[in-house]
């Protein structure tokens, strides 16, 4: 898949340390920790029937620069039970039942069985990456910080999530790598922008049908995708 090297490293990342919304209940009785913040959050996106983001991902190679390096945009979509996620030339699908891989520039196609959670908010996950954490109760929102000293599996030294008070809603996500030394902090920065949902077009993008069929117990691709080599797992 012909992408830039941020776009390659931001997309593995992402499959790191990014994941669909699901969750654990939130008691008021708790004191409010990062821990508790997380439980909240993940419970409102798996409560949730519908909703959508476009997502900014800006890279800065030095964090204390206000232009970024690279930047792009991807879009989630939970419609009526299925999860969608495009990240430029691939599209990911989650029908519940088989998960739908799209890459466009490779013309492939892959249908499997094999849970998904190539998702952009991995917030539970990070509990055990990182081994200290910090919260700053602000007017409108809570920063959740984890941090690492040592070098880790991610290269992530320390990474905020700006949450909202209000509904728990994910506002900003900033990733702050180890970089050749301590002047010099890469930062991926991800914004999380409400889209209004198009029922009808959003449902048609949806459509399993459109992707791929079962013809006599096997998996067929689709006439739209005919062209496309059909990978199944």
Excluded: W
Excluded at 72 to 99: A, C, H, M, P, R
Excluded at 158 to 165: F, Q, S, T
């Amino acid at each position: 898949m012909a992408v830039s090297k941020f776009a390659d490293f931001s997309i593995k990342i992402i499959r790191i340390s990014i994941i669909c919304f699901f969750s654990l209940s939130f008691s008021q009785t708790k004191k409010t920790t990062v821990e508790t913040i997380f439980d909240n959050v993940e419970k409102k996106y798996n409560d949730q029937k519908n909703y959508s983001y476009n997502i900014n991902y800006k890279f800065y190679n030095d964090s204390k620069k206000t232009k970024p390096t690279e930047s792009y945009q991807s879009t989630i979509i939970k419609l009526n039970g299925v999860q969608y996620q495009k990240l430029q030339n691939v599209e990911l699908f989650d029908f519940g039942d088989k998960n739908v891989m799209v890459e466009h520039n490779e013309k492939i196609i892959q249908v499997s069985s094999i849970e998904n959670k190539n998702y952009p908010v991995l917030i539970k996950a990070y509990l055990k990456i990182f081994s200290k954490s910090k919260l700053v109760e602000e007017k409108d929102r809570y920063v959740c910080t984890l941090y690492e000293e040592k070098l880790n599996q991610t290269n992530i030294q320390y990474i905020k999530i700006y949450v909202n008070k209000k509904d728990f809603s994910l506002i900003k996500q900033e990733l702050y790598f180890f970089g050749e030394n301590e002047e010099n902090i890469p930062k991926l920065e991800v914004s999380f922008i409400t889209r209004k949902i198009d029922a009808k077009k959003d449902s048609e993008l949806l459509k399993k049908s459109n992707y791929y069929k079962v013809v006599n117990g096997k998996i067929k691709s689709s006439e739209k995708y005919k062209d496309y080599r059909l990978v199944v797992h």
